[in-house]
């Protein structure tokens, strides 16, 4: 179904006085538990430590020349028409340009930083989990010495 036809499906039926108990989300995970073969949580460090890089040798020299090549021409402009209103057009929109590169800039290095410490992050929430598993049963009340042993064989004697 393409956007016309349900937005004038959903016209029709507001007109109607009904009302639309439908929405349909494309590419989305269907509603309930994951599936085998469903997507799901995945992590890869070596995905991560190449976007890393991209970010670090490419993206972020690359933003900062294409903020540096507008300066030369824009700030060119602005001495030139200084005495006129474009002048001071020109310097509240290099203002802003700067404004803007500067917190994408900031918003590139987050991400970098985010990316490096995402494995730490998960291998030390699975070591959290694990030691929080251990101590949460003491060991001393199985015979075997295993901790979350099942003892389903008491229920069949």
């Known amino acids: 179904m393409t956007f016309e036809d349900e937005w004038s499906k959903l016209r029709t039926d507001a007109a109607a006085g009904r009302k639309s108990t439908h ?13 085998p073969g469903t997507l799901t949580l995945k992590s890869s460090a070596s995905k991560k430590k190449s976007a890393v890089n991209a970010l670090t040798t490419d993206v972020e020299p690359d933003t900062k ?7 030369e021409t824009t700030e060119k402009a602005e001495k030139e028409f200084k005495d006129w209103a474009t002048g001071s057009g020109l310097t509240d929109a290099l203002k802003g340009w700067h404004t803007s590169v500067k917190a994408l800039q900031a918003r590139l290095s987050q991400e970098k930083t985010a990316l490096s410490g995402t494995n ?12 929080e598993l251990t101590t949460a049963v003491p060991s001393a009340q199985y015979s075997d010495n295993t901790p979350f042993s099942s003892r ?5 004697r």
Do not use: H, R, W
Not at 65 to 71: F, P, S, Y
Not at 120 to 131: A, E, H
């Open 120 to 131: 730490k992050y998960f291998l030390g929430n699975d070591f959290q989990v694990g030691s």
């Open 65 to 71: 020349k294409a903020g540096e090549c507008v300066d």
């Open 23 to 35: 929405m349909q989300l494309n590419q989305t995970d269907p509603p309930g538990p994951s599936l």
């Open 152 to 156: 389903i064989s008491d229920y069949y």
